[in-house]
């Protein structure tokens, strides 16, 4: 598990004795006075995360010890799963709902047909002018971070399979590493047109922007895309299609320590945290 704030961030390697990431559904149920039974959903459905691990080194628990007091600063932190397989949100990676707060279209440049009728309608991508460069580009937004928070060194596999099968006349898959002070550092792009793209993050990477560049104006479904921790890209070309998992800013609401059997050297931690939306 990858935590910290973004620039910021460190694997935790210790195994953990639990892992809890459910979301919370908060449905309310009513029953008429026929028996009947109808169901209420809030839109917005938190995930929270509960873990614990023991005999923590050093190292570790000196880290979540200053997330959990906010040395740093206030705000929330980031937190990569190990298991996720889509760090896109749900809807973001199925290509469905408003374009607000999970792409960037550039004014005048692409327009989100679909997505405006409502969450659960997909959408269809319209490049309605191309810039000077004649390309126009489309990109992944991260929800609340500047990016998707990443650290030097990890691998990545970047691909969007649903405008790949829509014929969309695009630039190999590509993504733009930004350092903590949002500064652009590099670019990656994918050897060959049409397939997922596997890069390292470089030196000094705080966040990455998984984009697009479609090379002609036209209309097309925007279907699935992927960006994932690790290299999945044959998974990808063999068919799978992870759904997204997200990547949630989360604030920590529990945070306990206490010394491990022994010289006093590790600890037995416990943190909780919840995803946020500010």
């Known amino acids: 598990m990858w935590i910290g704030r973004p620039g910021a961030l460190r694997q935790i390697t210790d195994g953990a004795r639990s892992f809890d ?93 679909g997505g405006s009728t409502g969450p659960s309608a997909p959408n269809t991508v319209s490049v309605d002018a191309l810039h000077t460069t004649g390309l126009a580009e489309l990109v992944w937004r991260h929800p609340l971070f500047y990016g998707v928070p990443v650290a030097p060194g990890q691998t990545w596999t970047w691909w969007t399979p649903g405008l790949v099968a829509a014929g969309a006349p695009m630039l190999s898959a590509r993504v733009a590493w930004y350092d903590v002070g949002r500064k652009w550092i590099s670019a990656s792009v994918a050897g060959a047109l049409g397939t997922p793209l596997v890069a390292v993050a470089p030196a000094g990477a705080a966040y990455a922007w998984p984009h697009v560049a479609f090379t002609a104006k036209g209309v097309w479904d925007l279907g699935v ?30 945070y306990s320590e206490a010394a491990a059997p022994g010289d006093g050297a590790f600890r037995n931690i416990g943190l909780d945290l919840v995803e946020v939306t500010v």
């Open 21 to 113: 990431r459910s979301p919370e559904l908060r449905v309310s149920e009513f029953v008429s006075l026929d028996g009947g039974v109808t169901t209420w959903a809030p839109p917005v459905r938190p995930r929270r995360l509960k873990v614990t691990w023991d005999a923590m080194q050093r190292e570790d628990f000196t880290h979540l010890d200053r997330l959990a007091r906010r040395i740093e600063g206030p705000g929330p932190v980031a937190v990569l799963d190990p298991l996720a397989r889509n760090v896109l949100a749900a809807d973001q990676a199925a290509g469905l709902g408003p374009a607000g707060g999970k792409w960037a279209t550039g004014s005048g440049v692409i327009t989100l047909y």
């Open 225 to 254: 895309s992927v960006f994932a921790p690790g290299d999945i890209a044959a998974a990808l070309l063999a068919g799978e299609r992870p759904v997204g998992d997200g990547c949630p800013a989360m604030s920590i609401t529990r």
